[in-house]
Nanobody
Framework: QVQLVESGGGLVQAGGSLRLSCEAP????????VAWYRQAPKNAREMVAS???????DYVDSVKGRFTLSRDKIKNAVYLQMNSLKLTDTGNYYC???????WGRGTQVTVSA
């Protein structure tokens, strides 16, 4: 049974924007720490951004000022707004709920020149 649903990935030119979405039909994401990870081919998976239940957001240095996390209480979703995308942002992005150790299946983000 699917517990996390990811969407929003795609192909975008450098400097463009994408918004990734993480939704959980049976989990209240507002009460959990939700994080986004990314992994490029041959690279280790790294945490990009995280949002605690108290709405404290943390970002890896390489995306600060460009990426923003937010919650939607009605839709029970966490969004990752990605602006000014760079070639180095390319990778498969995964949503993760810490308290349940749940992973999404990933959504591909490809930034072209």
């Amino acid at each position: 049974q699917v517990q996390l649903v990811e969407s929003g990935g795609g192909l975008v030119q450098a400097g463009g924007s994408l918004r990734l979405s993480c939704e959980a039909p049976a989990i209240n994401l507002r009460l959990n720490t939700v994080a986004w990870y990314r992994q490029a081919p041959k690279n280790a998976r790294e945490m990009v951004a995280s949002l605690t239940r108290s709405d404290f957001a943390d970002y890896v240095d390489s995306v600060k000022g460009r990426f923003t996390l937010s919650r939607d209480k009605i839709k029970n979703a966490v969004y990752l707004q990605m602006n000014s995308l760079k070639l180095t942002d390319t990778g498969n992005y995964y949503c993760h709920v810490k308290e349940f150790d749940l992973w999404g299946r990933g959504t591909q983000v490809t930034v072209s020149a």
